[in-house]
């Protein structure tokens, strides 16, 4: 059982406390199949509130977009209380004027979308959530409150590249940030952002299945004696061996074509092994968070691993973007599905954050490797050497073997072998290359001298 307060501006001078029970909690919550909402406010998360906004408008619904410039400044000038009270007004008020009073969604720091009946008054909508704000301004001011309806023609779309096509400017509505930001700017744009977006959907399905890409190999040595003991499977698009996947990569994520992706790297790098087994190569492939949850990507990669049990002497598994692992008791079943058939797992970008904490506690790993900007931000720190040797530390009490990344330097190298740091990559022991032997041949010894 919880409470929730709100204000309603038509009503001035009067305070609401809605009292909800954990059933109604739970109905709003994540417990939808597929929905994230946000308990408190009822208001959809940003990927979910994409996907229902696709499926209302085809119903004949339409689409708007609230920002609220300021509005994380004033939040953070009000109490916890405040702050509550706040969020349930704005969602209160959204969620009244939704096609089925369930049609919102908070998609970042003071930016909404709303899917609403045709012809909705888009300035009162306006008026009436600023003068909410000003209730917890004690300069009456409140936030501005801009909204702007969005004109989308859906015509030869299919719904599932509709829904992915919005989530991705959705994001780019919510990562616009300053005074010359306009909704009605995004608003106007948005049906030949989606279009763009839908049009580098098929593109990157195109290559994906068409395997157009390729492997670069980035070697991982051993800290004191140099010797490589795998090499990480990094993807180069386009035969472009200087120009960073970022950008590809980053768009899979946003929408959703990662664990598409993830597959047909894996599959390319199975085909690689068969290839040239007789070397004994082994070589870690790098799986999304997004992916460790994805039944369809879990059932592939089993049905190929099982193919071919040999492949676990020679294949590595590196979970990357950690953040976006949704259920870390899901993900680690995942991890432990793999280390039962043989395969050791890797957790990247560890001490990039608190939350690798939680995730080193719950996800049962073999390897962690330790985030390239916290290795180099340790080296300056004033305690950055201790608070190195005790990562380290922590891990070798857990039998967890540890990676720096970006090692660039002489000074680098040193540093984490002082730190207790077993394995090593970064650009001081050579590029990314298609040729893995390559950087054997290049290899400076007198650093392992």
């Given at each position: 059982?919880?409470?929730?307060?709100?204000?309603?501006?038509?009503?001035?001078?009067?305070?609401?406390?809605?009292?909800?029970?954990?059933?109604?909690?739970?109905?709003?919550g994540d417990t939808e199949e597929g929905v994230k909402r946000d308990k408190s406010t009822g208001l959809l998360s940003g990927d979910s509130f994409s996907e229902?906004?696709?499926?209302?408008?085809?119903?004949?619904?339409?689409?708007?977009?609230?920002?609220?410039?300021?509005?994380?400044?004033?939040?953070?000038?009000?109490?916890?209380?405040?702050?509550?009270?706040?969020?349930?007004?704005?969602?209160?008020?959204?969620?009244?004027?939704?096609?089925?009073?369930?049609?919102?969604?908070?998609?970042?720091?003071?930016?909404?979308?709303?899917?609403?009946?045709?012809?909705?008054?888009?300035?009162?909508?306006?008026?009436?959530?600023?003068?909410?704000?000003?209730?917890?301004?004690?300069?009456?001011?409140?936030?501005?409150?801009?909204?702007?309806?969005?004109?989308?023609?859906?015509?030869?779309?299919?719904?599932?590249?509709?829904?992915?096509?919005?989530?991705?400017?959705?994001?780019?509505?919510?990562?616009?940030?300053?005074?010359?930001?306009?909704?009605?700017?995004?608003?106007?744009?948005?049906?030949?952002?989606?279009?763009?977006?839908?049009?580098?959907?098929?593109?990157?399905?195109?290559?994906?299945a068409g395997n157009d890409f390729q492997i670069a190999f980035h070697p991982i040595l051993d800290a004191r004696t140099g010797a490589v003991h795998h090499y990480?499977?990094?993807?180069?698009?386009?035969?472009?061996?200087?120009?960073?996947?970022?950008?590809?990569?980053?768009?899979?994520?946003?929408?959703?074509?990662?664990?598409?992706?993830?597959?047909?790297?894996?599959?390319?790098?199975?085909?690689?092994?068969?290839?040239?087994?007789?070397?004994?190569?082994?070589?870690?492939?790098?799986?999304?968070?997004?992916?460790?949850?994805?039944?369809?990507?879990?059932?592939?990669?089993?049905?190929?691993?099982?193919?071919?049990?040999?492949?676990?002497?020679?294949?590595?598994?590196?979970?990357?973007?950690?953040?976006?692992?949704?259920?870390?008791?899901?993900?680690?079943?995942?991890?432990?599905?793999?280390?039962?058939?043989?395969?050791?797992?890797?957790?990247?970008?560890?001490?990039?954050?608190?939350?690798?904490?939680?995730?080193?506690?719950?996800?049962?790993?073999?390897?962690?490797?330790?985030?390239?900007?916290?290795?180099?931000?340790?080296?300056?720190?004033?305690?950055?050497?201790?608070?190195?040797?005790?990562?380290?530390?922590?891990?070798?009490?857990?039998?967890?073997?540890?990676?720096?990344?970006?090692?660039?330097?002489?000074?680098?190298?040193?540093?984490?072998?002082?730190?207790?740091?077993?394995?090593?990559?970064?650009?001081?022991?050579?590029?990314?290359?298609?040729?893995?032997?390559?950087?054997?041949?290049?290899?400076?010894?007198?650093?392992?001298?």
């Amino acid at each position: 059982m919880a409470f929730a307060g709100y204000v309603m501006p038509d009503l001035k001078d009067h305070f609401f406390l809605a009292l909800r029970t954990q059933a109604h909690l739970d109905e709003k919550g994540d417990t939808e199949e597929g929905v994230k909402r946000d308990k408190s406010t009822g208001l959809l998360s940003g990927d979910s509130f994409s996907e229902m906004a696709v499926k209302k408008l085809q119903g004949g619904g339409e689409l708007t977009l609230v920002n609220m410039p300021g509005f994380q400044d004033f939040y953070n000038t009000l109490n916890e209380d405040e702050r509550q009270v706040l969020l349930n007004t704005v969602g209160t008020t959204l969620r009244a004027n939704s096609l089925g009073r369930d049609s919102a969604g908070e998609v970042g720091d003071g930016k909404f979308g709303i899917v609403h009946e045709a012809g909705m008054d888009v300035a009162a909508l306006e008026a009436k959530i600023a003068e909410a704000t000003k209730a917890f301004d004690p300069t009456g001011k409140g936030v501005e409150v801009q909204a702007a309806t969005v004109e989308l023609d859906m015509t030869g779309v299919n719904e599932g590249d509709l829904a992915k096509g919005l989530v991705y400017t959705i994001n780019h509505f919510k990562e616009q940030v300053g005074d010359s930001f306009n909704v009605k700017d995004i608003a106007g744009n948005m049906d030949k952002l989606v279009k763009e977006a839908v049009q580098s959907l098929n593109n990157f399905r195109a290559l994906t299945a068409g395997n157009d890409f390729q492997i670069a190999f980035h070697p991982i040595l051993d800290a004191r004696t140099g010797a490589v003991h795998h090499y990480e499977a990094l993807v180069r698009f386009n035969g472009n061996f200087e120009e960073s996947p970022y950008k590809y990569i980053t768009f899979a994520e946003e929408t959703g074509l990662i664990t598409e992706f993830d597959i047909a790297m894996a599959r390319k790098c199975v085909d690689w092994l068969r290839k040239n087994r007789s070397d004994k190569v082994s070589i870690a492939v790098n799986i999304s968070g997004m992916s460790v949850g994805n039944e369809m990507y879990i059932k592939d990669l089993h049905a190929m691993l099982d193919a071919d049990t040999w492949l676990r002497n020679f294949l590595v598994f590196e979970i990357t973007e950690s953040a976006r692992v949704a259920d870390l008791v899901q993900a680690n079943n995942f991890v432990q599905g793999l280390r039962k058939k043989g395969f050791h797992v890797c957790l990247d970008d560890f001490g990039a954050g608190a939350a690798s904490f939680q995730y080193l506690s719950v996800l049962e790993v073999d390897v962690v490797k330790l985030d390239g900007s916290a290795v180099k931000n340790a080296q300056t720190a004033p305690k950055g050497r201790a608070f190195m040797r005790a990562l380290t530390t922590l891990c070798k009490t857990m039998d967890v073997e540890t990676i720096a990344e970006m090692v660039d330097s002489k000074e680098g190298l040193e540093f984490v072998r002082d730190c207790g740091v077993e394995y090593v990559q970064g650009f001081l022991f050579g590029k990314p290359d298609a040729d893995p032997w390559s950087f054997i041949k290049k290899l400076d010894r007198k650093l392992f001298g």
